[in-house]
């Protein structure tokens, strides 16, 4: 072999060096995004399939909103519970009812007005009685209502 034919030798295996290696980062990088993508896929598919935990299963559940004496008659207060805001409203007859704290109309989370006695909706101007009937404004319905329970003075909200 020459000289030429040895230096035409070497940069062709360079050359195909340099192909594989390229070939080869592709490949390499191909698998891991498909293993990753893979494993993703396993893991939507697991929690899919999986019963939710006690925590997370909101059937049936019952969250505790503080003692019935904390809550002075003719005064509300308002619980967050994961993404739905509750109102849990003692009026002045001392009878405590739950209602959803967000309006029927735009979805705007609601306010509770002491002196009035009314919840309102910052947004458009609704309000409703303690009982979340609508009284004016734009809302289409009622607010939805919570089953509430009274144990041992300690209030209790079904969510």
Do not use: Y
């Not at 009284?135 to 509430?148: D, E, I, N, T, W």
């Amino acid at each position: 072999m020459n000289d030429k034919e040895q230096i035409k030798s070497v940069e062709s295996d360079r050359a195909a060096d340099e192909v594989f290696s390229r070939r080869g980062m592709l490949r390499w990088m191909a698998g891991v995004f498909l293993s990753l993508w893979a494993f993703g896929a396993f893991w939507v598919a697991a929690g899919f399939l999986m019963a939710p935990g006690a925590e997370e299963h909101a059937m049936g559940q019952m969250i505790s909103v503080g003692e019935v004496a904390s809550l002075s008659p003719g005064d509300a207060r308002l619980i967050h519970h994961r993404s739905q805001p509750i109102l849990v409203i003692r009026d002045l007859s001392g009878e405590v009812a739950a209602l959803s704290a967000i309006c029927t109309h735009m979805r705007c989370v609601l306010h509770w007005d002491s002196q009035a006695q009314v919840i309102r909706c910052p947004c458009h101007g609704g309000t409703f009685d303690v009982d979340g009937n609508v009284l004016s404004g734009p809302p289409p319905r009622p607010l939805a209502r919570f089953v509430l329970e009274v144990r041992l003075g300690e209030i209790f909200v079904h969510v």
